[in-house]
């Protein structure tokens, strides 16, 4: 197996906020905390050396609670255990409970979170570090997660209108039909069956999709002793009913998340969420509905459901569990229930995260590293060796599939195909006519310039005619170019976004996974090619 590296920059995908945060470009500094380097830990480590012991202690009750209803490794419970040290820190990725695990980022996230956790170990070896996967149960956005795509085809959890509410206590019922279906297009391979029986017993041994995807994660990485935590829990969110009560009552993440906005948008960076003034739903019996307020009183919207703001406060203290944090408020829930030292995640994640520095210090809560997940780009060597025939580079590959193959077809052409040249020469002419006509009659400048206007287009015409000629005359070099990039970028992005890990398990059955755990790590910030 071998591996190279591309620039975030060189493929197109990322946007300038990211790139400019992981570059440490000056402009966006002060929206966040210590650097994501190894040196940046170690300040990091002493912000949050004081973190609650009675948290821990709840933390750690919750999860062992957790996993009584799983099979786990003793790494897992150890690390669990670890937690109740004041020493022992965790590294957080958090993701949707999707389909089988949806896109391949799914291990990306994760494998990311292990590894930091490794390289943190080697560089303190006083203080333990846990990789923590934390579920979004309380999402509630169905058409996000309900599907996944192997060999091109979408697998799909069909029927499912009449759930709602959070998706982590959705019925797996009707997950039978997806088995049959996925069954019959795997094979019959050992790995085909291994795959074939880990999705049966996934989700056709438990009842909800969140014990489902507890399963999932937890069979999947046990032993590289992986924590996964349900965070809906009555008994944790008794810890964050302080900062419930300050967002619903006070306002703070739309006060300060809205103010970081404003500064934001000052430095021409485009805005990735928005902050309501309530920042939470209410969740209950299959509801999840926002929380407003008018006039003193808060309502959730689309029920009868009304507090007045006494009533609200007393059924925050009673009822913590009922009150489901968004998209603003759930990092800051992560923090405060979590010895967490950084978040890993994908660009847009990481977006919104630098909107929330204020936030956290209003809440009085501390701001972690913010970690860009590894990304990468899976082929098989015979894929590797196409590439090379066709005399592409790596950043030709992340090319727009038109400006990928003109590209490539100016290069192989026998033809000179760009015209550049003669555009430039016919320029050098025309600034002679503007000479001459300055010198005797002016009025002739306007006529001048229409003239050149049109045979510069003329031009430009003749060059595309050119292009799209050779394009006919090299239509098998297309064909191999446009399926090479079909197979590695499939419905035209970015492959970690499209495919199913388990159309790599087929091929490489436990040593993909082994692959992804030696060669990817988020200190390298930068864009993997792996060759198996």
């Known amino acids: 197996m071998n591996k190279d590296h591309l620039l ?23 929206f966040y905390g210590n650097q994501p380097d190894l040196d940046g830990f170690k300040n990091q480590i002493e912000l949050k050396r004081n973190f609650s012991k009675s948290h821990r202690k709840q933390l750690v009750d919750s999860l062992l609670k957790q996993y009584q209803a799983v099979e786990t490794t003793d ?45 943190l170990k080697e560089t303190y070896p006083d203080y333990d570090f846990v990789p923590i996967y ?74 909800t999709l969140g014990e489902a995807t507890f399963y999932l994660a937890n069979e999947l990485f046990k032993e590289e002793g992986l924590v996964v935590l349900e965070p809906n829990i009555a008994d944790l969110k008794k810890l964050f009913i302080p900062q419930i009560k300050r967002d619903l009552i006070d306002q703070i993440g739309f006060k300060e998340v ?54 609200l406060l007393k059924e925050i203290d009673q009822h913590p569990h009922r009150f489901s944090p968004n998209v603003i408020t759930r990092p800051l829930y992560q923090e405060v229930i979590l010895p967490n030292l950084a978040y890993i995640g994908g660009g847009g994640e990481l977006a919104y995260w630098l909107e929330l520095q204020s936030m956290f210090k209003a809440q009085e809560s501390v701001f972690p590293i913010l970690m860009l997940r590894d990304s990468a780009l899976v082929m098989n060597q015979k894929q590797f060796d196409k590439i090379q025939k066709l005399g592409l580079s790596k950043a030709d590959l992340f090319l727009d599939r038109g400006d990928l193959i003109n590209r490539h077809i100016r290069r192989i052409s026998n033809i000179d195909i760009d015209l550049s040249p003669l555009k430039e020469q016919l320029k050098e002419q025309f600034e002679k006519l503007y000479k001459i006509a300055n010198q005797t009659d002016a009025s002739f400048l306007g006529a001048v310039k ?12 003749l060059e595309k005619r050119l292009l799209k ?5 090299l239509s098998e070099e297309v064909i191999r170019l446009v399926n ?6 499939p419905r035209e992005g970015l492959q970690e976004r499209n495919t199913n890990f388990s159309e790599f398990y087929l091929e490489y059955s436990s040593s993909f996974k082994e692959g992804l755990l030696s060669h990817l790590n988020p200190l390298n910030k930068e864009f993997t090619i792996l060759i198996f």
């Open 134 to 207: 934390w579920m979004a149960t309380e999402d509630h956005d169905f058409e996000e997660i309900n599907h996944f795509y192997l060999k091109g085809k979408v697998f799909r959890w069909e029927g499912q209108e009449h759930q709602s509410g959070a998706v982590g206590s959705f019925k797996t019922e009707g997950l039978n039909t997806v088995l049959e279906l996925l069954s019959s297009e795997l094979g019959s391979s050992d790995a085909a069956k291994e795959l074939a029986d880990l999705f049966r017993k996934t989700y056709t041994e438990h009842n």
């Open 258 to 311: 809205s103010a970081t906005i404003e500064l934001l948008q000052n430095k021409s960076y485009p805005i990735q969420v928005n902050p309501r003034e309530l920042n939470f739903f209410y969740l209950k019996d299959g509801l999840r509905e926002r929380l407003v307020e008018e006039n003193g009183n808060y309502t959730v919207l689309n029920t009868p459901i009304q507090f007045s703001k006494e009533e």
């Open 484 to 489: 090479l990039q079909e197979e590695l970028f």
């Open 75 to 119: 790494l897992v419970l150890n690390r669990i255990e670890l937690l109740s040290n004041e020493n022992t820190f965790t590294i957080t990725t958090g993701h949707q409970l999707n389909l089988f695990t949806g896109p391949l980022y799914f291990l990306y996230k994760i494998i990311s979170v292990i590894n930091l956790c490794k390289s």
């Open 8 to 30: 975030y920059s060189e493929t197109g995908y990322f946007s300038k906020i990211i790139l400019d945060y992981i570059s440490g470009e000056k402009n966006l500094q002060s």
């Open 469 to 473: 000629a050779q394009k006919r005359k």
């Open 450 to 461: 229409a003239q050149e206007v049109k045979q510069l287009k003329g031009i430009d015409k």
